[in-house]
């Protein structure tokens, strides 16, 4: 089953402005992870942050953690063309990383 | 120049044929996983393995094998019982866990089978 649930599921902005990307999830959490798809490609790592935490940064990517609201959010500031992916959350529960669930995704158009 | 590898990157098949895809990696990671995506969906994991030897089904293993005789390998087998194989495959690795902590996983470039 697919824990985490993106919402929206598509995005489109104009190139500059900023995107974002927000995930439910439905249990107890160690750590969330947000990755980004090209399309037909693999999966690229971006963010992890941990239950105890509430906010990190990575360059231009901002990411919040609500533990009380089972919740994360994904912010892309000053986007490029280049950001133009899907874009994933996943949870690994109480059980470690031997199994991360992933949510459907939202699908980020930048328009240049 | 370390990564995961898969091969091949398309693949096609008759109906009633088992294949096997390729996953590779030179990350020196304990752990390995295969995942399904189907169009517009999210990641589903098939099969799961922590060290060489030993692996777990994911949540959609039925109609799928694999094999952990090497570290560096994790070979996935779609065979016939698998109703609907067609779909694009990815292979992932990371560091073992062994408490409450999670690390990311390095994902290969996927394999899109496609059978008729």
């Known amino acids: 089953s697919q824990q985490g649930e993106e919402d929206p599921q598509a995005l489109s902005i104009q190139e500059g402005e900023n995107a974002t990307m927000n995930c439910s999830y439905k249990t107890s959490i160690n750590n969330l992870q947000w990755y980004r798809q090209n399309s037909g490609r693999g999966l690229v790592h971006l963010i992890l942050i941990r239950s105890n935490e509430r906010e990190k940064h990575s360059g231009r990517l901002r990411v919040t953690l609500d533990t009380s609201k089972k919740s994360s959010s994904l912010l892309i500031t000053a986007s490029r063309a280049a950001d133009t992916a899907s874009y994933f959350c996943a949870t690994d529960g109480n059980f470690g990383n031997e199994k991360l669930t992933f949510g459907t995704g939202t699908r980020l158009t930048i328009i240049p | 120049d370390g990564g995961i590898t898969q091969s091949p990157k398309y693949l096609f098949r008759k109906e009633g044929q088992n294949v096997t895809l390729s996953c590779e990696q030179n990350?020196?990671?304990?752990?390995m996983y295969w995942y399904r995506q189907d169009p517009g969906q999210g990641l589903r994991l098939i099969y799961y393995s922590q060290i060489v030897n030993d692996f777990q089904k994911g949540d959609i293993a039925e109609g799928y094998s694999v094999s952990r005789e090497k570290k560096e390998s994790f070979p996935l087998t779609v065979t016939s019982a698998q109703k609907n194989p067609t779909a694009f495959y990815l292979c992932?690795?990371?560091?073992?866990?062994?408490?409450?902590?999670?690390?990311?996983?390095?994902f290969g470039p996927g394999t899109r089978l496609t059978v008729t």
């Open positions: 990350l020196n990671h304990d752990a």
């Open positions: 992932a690795s990371s560091i073992r866990s062994t408490g409450r902590t999670s690390y990311e996983q390095y």
